[in-house]
């Protein structure tokens, strides 16, 4: 599975559009790009995921460029219970794909 | 409700003994996987496991074991081979369909201390 890199910390405020971004400019065409977060001592949680169109569930919007080397999850309104660690993945579909995450970058919100 | 349980939620070992950790799903999925993470990192790959009785390595599997002989269970064995055991390790699992892996779910993890 490709490797992706995440900046080590951002912040926003309250309310405001949280944009994390991530590169993963090895990934390969059967790859899809998950993202997860965890809160402080506690399981990761799925977010969303997408393989090369921008996707929206009630939690978040994944942006994927056209090229597929770099996406953007996107908080629409985001607030203090988003402070978390954000982990961007890319996975293939293949029998044997690991599940293999990075340090994520440390979003925290502020009020 | 269905879910992935990992218990307990803290275990205390002292050094030298092996303490294996209880993962179990009801969401019927194929792949379960154990996490280590120490604080301030990433979650490492120990094992993985696709199907009953069978299981990979992941990227740190040095003095740990597990076994797959049902579907819904993974224990994670930590041996005494384990140089630095104290962490908290997460469980996860994941359905296998056509080909494609789906998200992965994951427990709430156990915080083990070796004293």
């Known amino acids: 599975d490709a490797k992706t890199t995440q900046p080590t910390s951002m912040d926003c405020a309250e309310g405001r559009a949280a944009n994390l971004p991530c590169n993963h400019s090895t990934i390969s065409g059967n790859e899809y790009v998950y993202w997860y977060r965890q809160i402080h001592s506690q399981g990761p949680q799925y977010i969303i995921h997408g393989l090369k169109n921008n996707e929206t569930n009630e939690m978040a919007s994944l942006i994927i460029t056209e090229d597929r080397k770099s996406s953007t999850l996107i908080l629409p309104h985001a607030t203090l219970r988003d402070t978390a660690v954000y982990y961007c993945?890319?996975?293939?579909?293949?029998?044997?794909?690991?599940?293999?995450f990075g340090k994520g970058i440390t979003l925290s919100v502020r009020p | 409700d269905g879910g992935i349980t990992q218990s307990p939620k803290y275990l205390f070992r002292k050094e030298g003994q092996n303490v294996t950790l209880s993962c179990e799903q009801n969401?019927?999925?194929?792949?379960m996987y154990w996490y280590r993470q120490d604080p301030g990192q990433g979650l490492r790959l120990i094992y993985y496991?696709?199907?009953?009785?069978?299981?990979q390595k992941g990227d740190i599997a040095e003095g740990y074991s597990v076994s797959r002989e049902k579907k819904e269970s993974f224990p994670l064995t930590v041996t005494s081979a384990q140089k630095n055991p104290t962490a908290f390790y997460l469980c996860a699992s994941s359905a296998f369909k056509a080909l494609m892996n789906t998200e992965a779910f994951f427990g709430q993890g156990t915080r083990l201390t070796v004293v």
């Open positions: 993945i890319v996975r293939s579909t293949g029998a044997n794909s690991k599940l293999t």
């Open positions: 969401l019927n999925h194929d792949a």
């Open positions: 496991s696709q199907i009953v009785n069978d299981f």
